[in-house]
């Protein structure tokens, strides 16, 4: 969560009860976090992926937590491989849910440019710190491997983006924010 100013950044939840129309507090996560994502799992916990701290600084975070229900308490999860704010999260129809982009402010070499190292320093290409990168996780918090990898690469970056799980089981991502088709 955060409030007013852009550095306070709060570990802070809350549930909206739709049959009132009200907000009230629930329990906190286990690190302050903005940025993230919330999903709710088919299980009834809740996925939360990513986001942003602040310690002097913004960081972007690689960890991952789920509310376990049952206990009424926020665990860890296995962490994404690099962290990422911005990114969408989408539950799958088998459960698992599907971290895609995001932005980590990192800039990082254009690996699919048909250029020379050279001629991408010059043209000052890069990532600009969008992302690229899927990742998948279980319900339960574990990362579930795609095509074999831990995670995969998509046709462009973004961040900021709309997911949406279609009927045929495809998932479209649409807008946002990006720099290159790699």
Not at 46 to 68: C, D, H, K, R, W
Not at 102 to 118: K, L, P
Request: charge should be negative.
């Amino acid at each position: 969560g955060q409030t007013g100013a852009a550095t306070a950044i709060t570990d802070t939840c809350e549930l909206f009860d739709p049959a009132a129309g009200t907000f009230s507090s629930f329990t906190p996560m286990t690190s302050p976090r903005m940025g993230h994502t919330a999903s709710l799992l088919i299980n009834g916990s809740v996925f939360a992926s990513g986001g942003m701290a602040y310690t002097g600084g913004f960081i972007y975070l690689p960890t991952n937590e789920l509310f376990i229900p049952e206990i009424n308490a926020w665990r860890p999860a296995t962490a994404l491989l690099e962290g990422r704010a911005r990114q969408s999260a989408t539950v799958l129809n088998n459960g698992n849910v599907l971290i895609a982009g995001g932005y980590n402010a990192v800039d990082q070499q254009d690996w699919y440019s048909r250029d020379s190292v050279g001629v991408q320093l010059i043209q000052d290409q890069g990532s600009k710190g969008y992302l690229d990168s899927v990742e998948m996780f279980d319900p339960f918090g574990a990362r579930v491997a795609l095509a074999g990898k831990d995670y995969d690469v998509m046709p462009y970056r973004n961040s900021s983006h709309g997911a949406t799980l279609r009927g045929d089981s495809n998932l479209r991502l649409t807008g946002g924010y990006g720099n290159i088709p790699v």
